[in-house]
């Protein structure tokens, strides 16, 4: 419960505080906790005059989801008073740049890092550098192929992704073409979300055939033509599965713009702005909320367990719900969404 109350008011905090300008570097002093619960000294940062230090490096800037993980990461650098930046390329195509960001937080000795990887292949040397420095690594969103992080926190996007499967067979009386726009097939998240689907599709759902695969790099207009071009190849296909914000978004527009509202079942991932209208419009039927107010204060969390010493257990899963027209307004649900 107090964990939930903590998601509330810092989703409040993500809707009045506008948006963040992209790539940039924000600086958290770890201000007092006026939320009035009483910690017992239970998650104290370090003795000593200076703060712990943990730099926060996400996989971007451009939608919501980041703008709600930082939120809920500037809420436990408050709690437990610590110092954190958090940042990320302006797109979640810029690997090299995120690369940048993470060998220049690992120059200035931090206490622990927070890390969501684009390319877990990529960040393999520099987390190396890192373990051998006795930096302790914090993934989350995205893990990476390595047992160097401490732990990962994250939705499980593979069941997640599943749940989604289930949906759209579900709507689409399990039977007939479909297709999915994903982010990436490099981080974990695009990796997972597009196995989950296919898998329980292929698993479950023998009539239904998946005819195309694109990848939109979590860019709304590179995902609206992919979009495009697939009901051009398709014009019998019934539905789409958008597995980011981004994807998701660029599936709604193609819809719009062909014409084709209420003819394709748009299923999507996350639950910014544009997506909530599109679920309350009826253009998209409904999507899978994650949890990214807690995914930034477990990970900060986490790093302060990690530097003091305390035991960290080896995944935090976060959660996810699915979100349509029949529950949005819900309180549970509506604490999850960070329009």
């Given at each position: 419960?107090?964990?939930?109350?903590?998601?509330?008011?810092?989703?409040?905090?993500?809707?009045?505080?506008?948006?963040?300008?992209?790539?940039?570097d924000?600086?958290?002093?770890?201000?007092?906790?006026t939320?009035?619960?009483?910690?017992?000294?239970?998650?104290?940062?370090?003795?000593?005059?200076?703060?712990?230090?943990?730099?926060?490096?996400?996989?971007?800037?451009?939608?919501?989801?980041?703008?709600?993980?930082?939120?809920?990461?500037?809420?436990?650098?408050?709690?437990?008073?610590?110092?954190?930046?958090?940042?990320?390329?302006?797109?979640?195509?810029?690997?090299?740049?995120?690369?940048?960001?993470?060998?220049?937080?690992?120059?200035?000795?931090?206490?622990?890092?927070?890390?969501?990887?684009?390319?877990?292949?990529?960040?393999?040397?520099?987390?190396?550098?890192?373990?051998?420095?006795g930096?302790?690594?914090i993934?989350?969103?995205?893990?990476?192929?390595?047992?160097?992080?401490?732990t990962?926190?994250?939705?499980?996007?593979?069941?997640?992704?599943?749940?989604?499967?289930?949906?759209?067979?579900?709507?689409?009386?399990?039977?007939?073409?479909?297709?999915?726009?994903?982010?990436?097939?490099?981080?974990?998240?695009?990796?997972?979300?597009?196995?989950?689907?296919?898998?329980?599709?292929?698993?479950?759902?023998?009539?239904?055939?998946?005819?195309?695969?694109?990848?939109?790099?979590?860019?709304?207009?590179?995902?609206?033509?992919?979009?495009k071009?697939?009901?051009?190849?398709?014009?019998?296909?019934?539905?789409?599965f958008?597995?980011?914000?981004?994807?998701?978004?660029?599936?709604?527009?193609?819809?719009?713009?062909?014409?084709?509202?209420?003819e394709?079942?748009?299923?999507?991932?996350?639950?910014?702005?544009?997506?909530?209208?599109?679920?309350?419009?009826?253009?998209?039927?409904?999507?899978?909320?994650?949890?990214?107010?807690?995914?930034?204060?477990?990970?900060?969390?986490?790093?302060?367990?990690?530097?003091?010493?305390?035991?960290?257990?080896?995944?935090?899963?976060?959660?996810?719900?699915?979100?349509?027209?029949?529950?949005?307004?819900?309180?549970?649900?509506?604490?999850?969404?960070?329009?």
């Open positions: 419960m107090v964990l939930m109350m903590l998601f509330l008011a810092a989703t409040v905090l993500v809707a009045c505080g506008g948006e963040e300008e992209a790539g940039s924000t600086d958290t002093s770890g201000s007092e906790d939320s009035g619960e009483d910690t017992g000294g239970e998650e104290e940062a370090a003795s000593g005059d200076e703060k712990l230090y943990i730099p926060i490096i996400s996989k971007g800037f451009q939608h919501q989801f980041w703008q709600a993980v930082k939120a809920g990461a500037e809420q436990a650098a408050a709690e437990f008073d610590v110092e954190i930046t958090f940042e990320g390329p302006e797109t979640e195509a810029q690997v090299d740049k995120q690369m940048e960001m993470l060998t220049a937080a690992l120059d200035k000795n931090p206490d622990a890092i927070g890390f969501a990887a684009l390319d877990s292949q990529a960040a393999t040397p520099l987390l190396q550098q890192a373990d051998g420095d930096i302790p690594i993934a989350f969103d995205s893990g990476v192929d390595s047992d160097i992080p401490v990962t926190a994250a939705t499980d996007n593979k069941a997640a992704a599943a749940l989604a499967a289930d949906k759209m067979a579900e709507l689409i009386g399990e039977e007939g073409k479909v297709a999915l726009i994903v982010h990436d097939q490099t981080s974990r998240t695009g990796i997972d979300r597009e196995t989950g689907f296919v898998e329980q599709i292929e698993a479950n759902y023998p009539n239904i055939e998946i005819v195309d695969v694109q990848y939109g790099a979590g860019d709304h207009l590179k995902s609206t033509d992919l979009a071009a697939i009901l051009a190849a398709h014009p019998d296909l019934k539905g789409f958008g597995a980011n914000e981004g994807s998701a978004i660029g599936v709604v527009n193609a819809v719009k713009e062909l014409g084709k509202d209420g394709i079942v748009v299923i999507g991932y996350d639950s910014g702005m544009q997506q909530i209208e599109a679920v309350r419009s009826g253009v998209m039927a409904g999507a899978i909320t994650q949890n990214p107010i807690g995914i930034g204060y477990e990970t900060v969390k986490a790093a302060v367990d990690a530097i003091n010493g305390k035991e960290v257990p080896a995944s935090i899963d976060t959660g996810f719900m699915w979100y349509d027209n029949t529950n949005i307004d819900d309180e549970d649900i509506q604490a999850v969404l960070y329009e």
